[in-house]
């Protein structure tokens, strides 16, 4: 597998939880790396990127809410979620322009 996310879970709204993204590419800190989502019965979006270089941006839908991070060293991206609300539910990818999206993790938020 060359795409790993993890850290997904069960949340309450208002809660927060951290998203990591394991590659096992060559070239990682070269490459820039997106968060996408999923919803049942909705398109997959586009939740945030970041550059090669760190520099970010987000969906309307999550700003202020969550924020992107990478550590080229451990060929990692984290997407960090605070203020879950339930229609941040879905399953949650990461992609790397050379692997394509990976597997995902499931965020659910409910009370």
């Known amino acids: 597998v060359q795409l790993q996310a993890s850290g997904g879970g069960l949340v309450q709204p208002g809660g927060s939880l951290r998203l990591s993204c394991v590659a096992s590419?060559?070239?990682?800190?070269?490459?820039?790396m997106d968060w996408y989502r999923q919803a049942p019965g909705k398109q997959r979006e586009l939740v945030g990127h970041?550059?090669?270089?760190?520099?970010?941006n987000y969906a309307d839908s999550v700003k202020g809410r969550f924020t992107i991070s990478r550590d080229n060293a451990k060929k990692t991206v984290f997407l960090q979620m605070n203020s879950l609300k339930p229609e941040d539910t879905a399953l949650y990818y990461c992609?790397?322009?050379?692997?394509?999206w990976g597997r995902g993790t499931q965020v659910t938020v409910s009370s």
């Open positions: 992609y790397h322009p050379s692997t394509g």
């Open positions: 970041i550059s090669a270089g760190g520099s970010t």
């Open positions: 590419v060559s070239g990682f800190s070269i490459n820039y």
